[in-house]
């Protein structure tokens, strides 16, 4: 059963499941959700806990790969009364030309995304020159006695029910792309809120020098 199955089965009862997690990550969500400006997109929006985070002059499209989460999302956006656009895509393979937003926001996804260097691929691909990335996200701890006692035993469970991997270095692949302008470490780095900017010429496709 392939991650998209999986919280296709879960989306209508996954804001009841993390409810326990509310307190730890939704202030975290408000404050990533802060640097976004301009025309933003956020990958992975799931059920839509960021939305309502979201100040009206940010013109939000947002995208899942899961079609009953994008419906709650729909929904939520409604309610809210912000002015959003929403559609099922994968963020390895964005329908957006090259250079479309001024910000993309990830809450939570790259533990799961099944090509993660391809994801952040596409997300430098779709981000104008000098756009921000905002990554919010389950990374490899700075512990390694938390990693082997507590994330380690995670990890086949969390595999099982949702494909989910929390030992990912997603910190070290977004260097890899992105220029760094902030990071903060929280819960001994097992979340990471990550600010990034695109290079005005990119470091992955960066020509060699003659």
Do not use: Q, W
Request: overall charge positive.
């Amino acid at each position: 059963m392939s991650f998209r199955e999986k919280y296709s089965r879960i989306a209508r009862h996954y804001e009841t499941l993390e409810k326990p997690l509310d307190r730890f990550f939704c202030p975290l969500r408000k404050k990533a959700v802060s640097f976004a400006e301009g025309r933003t997109l956020e990958v992975g929006v799931g059920v839509g806990k960021t939305l309502r985070h979201y100040p009206k002059d940010v013109e939000l499209c947002a995208v899942d790969a899961v079609p009953e989460a994008i419906e709650i999302a729909r929904e939520k956006a409604r309610r809210l009364n912000l002015n959003a656009c929403f559609e099922v895509a994968d963020v390895e393979k964005l329908p957006f030309p090259d250079n479309s937003f001024d910000t993309v926001l990830s809450s939570f996804i790259f533990c799961t995304v099944p090509n993660p260097e391809r994801g952040m691929r596409e997300i430098l691909r779709v981000l104008k020159p000098g756009g921000r990335a905002i990554f919010l996200e389950h990374t490899k701890s700075d512990s390694i006695l938390l990693d082997y006692l507590f994330l380690l035993p995670l990890k086949l469970p969390l595999r099982l029910l949702l494909d989910d991997d929390p030992l990912r270095e997603t910190h070290k692949l977004v260097s890899k792309h992105f220029e760094i302008e902030r990071e903060e470490r929280y819960y001994r780095g097992i979340v990471r809120l990550i600010v990034a900017r695109k290079p005005a010429e990119s470091k992955t496709f960066k020509a060699p020098s003659p």
